[in-house]
Nanobody, 115 residues
Framework: QVQLVQSGGGLVQPGGSLRLSCIASVSVGGSTSMGWYRQAPGKERELVAVIVSGGTKNYADSAKGRFTISSDNVKDTMYLQMNNLKPEDTAVYYC?????????WGQGTQATVSS
């Protein structure tokens, strides 16, 4: 059974930074896509950033210039570096892996931006 285990997150002041990690129990090499999503209270889950096959990285407008998605195929880990955080970035963040025509989700991790 494929598992994605997330770490990172927490409470940070506006303007601060957080780094999220997501370790996969399978090789992330050859994945169709790897991405990060978030869900704020009362809102739908939304895409934050994704790496698609071939290495192209796409970001939501809200994340451009502040967030960076990356992956380490040796460690089978994906990362989301979040800088200059704003209160509206407060949400539960989920990693997602698409491989073998299947979709796998991490357990979610809370990121709260507040003074």
């Amino acid at each position: 059974q494929v598992q994605l285990v997330q770490s990172g997150g927490g409470l940070v002041q506006p303007g601060g930074s957080l780094r999220l990690s997501c370790i996969a129990s399978v090789s992330v090499g050859g994945s169709t896509s790897m991405g990060w999503y978030r869900q704020a209270p009362g809102k739908e889950r939304e895409l934050v950033a994704v790496i698609v096959s071939g290495g192209t990285k796409n970001y939501a407008d809200s994340a451009k210039g502040r967030f960076t998605i990356s992956s380490d195929n040796v460690k089978d880990t994906m990362y989301l570096q979040m800088n200059n955080l704003k209160p509206e970035d407060t949400a539960v963040y989920y990693c997602k892996l698409e491989k073998w025509r299947l979709t796998y989700w991490g357990q979610g991790t809370q990121a709260t931006v507040s003074s």
